[in-house]
């Protein structure tokens, strides 16, 4: 199975048990007995649950199939496979708690940005000026786009994202946002996996593939 919260493939360990003893009808009086059921599994690399439940009847057949409970899915991208694992698991978090609260998605957005700015050399005291360092960067190889630059450099002017400086200990600070802003800092992020992580990568594919002697 693919881990929801980082993306790391690993083999089933399901773990299946009742909510209670109570049996549960399905509305035909000429179907059996069921149970609700729920299984968890722990993703061995980022160390986290998925939880699934299910009605299964006596006989073992599933009446209604798993469902996915938590994380809560959510109609984003599969984060690319080039992406580190610590910093996908920040922006599926961030997805997965944007029905819930949006300032908390806007915050783990921010902390994935600077997580990425870190692992790229741009480091400073707080994330504005990291985000100066990005923009400010003259190598033709690691400079972002136009757009990109007006949307990263629009992340810090959120509503009060400014207010007091985000560094290492404030980079999870939560400000009011609302649903819309909180999800436009993940397609942000989404643009800059590929900046930095997706496009490189297929680049070094590409020269890999042609260099003398490796086809």
């Not at 649950?49 to 009446?63: F, L, N």
């Not at 643009?191 to 086809?215: I, T």
Request: glycine fraction near 4%.
């Amino acid at each position: 199975m693919e881990c929801p919260h980082c993306s790391f493939h690993f083999q089933d360990n399901w773990k299946e048990q009742f909510f209670d003893r109570d049996r549960v009808r399905l509305g035909s009086p000429s179907r059996p007995s069921a149970h609700w059921r729920y299984r968890t599994a722990v993703c061995p690399s980022c160390k986290d649950v998925t939880i699934e439940v299910a009605i299964k009847t006596r006989g073992g057949y599933i009446a209604l199939g798993w469902r996915q409970i938590y994380p809560v899915r959510v109609g984003r991208s599969r984060v690319p496979t080039a992406v580190p694992q610590d910093i996908a698991k920040d922006y599926v978090e961030a997805c997965n708690v944007l029905p819930i609260s949006a300032k908390a998605s806007a915050a783990l957005s921010r902390h994935c940005l600077q997580s990425m700015l870190h692992a790229a050399g741009y480091r400073a005291k707080d994330l504005s000026k990291e985000i100066d360092l990005l923009l400010d960067d003259a190598d033709p190889g690691r400079a972002v786009t136009h757009r990109l630059r007006e949307t990263v450099d629009a992340i810090r002017k959120l509503r009060n994202a400014s207010a007091r400086p985000i560094d290492d200990r404030t980079a999870l600070l939560a400000v009011e946002v609302d649903p819309r802003e909180a999800a436009w800092c993940l397609e942000v992020i989404e643009d800059l996996f590929e900046h930095f992580y997706v496009s490189p990568a297929a680049a070094k594919a590409q020269m890999d593939a042609h260099r003398p002697g490796e086809r």
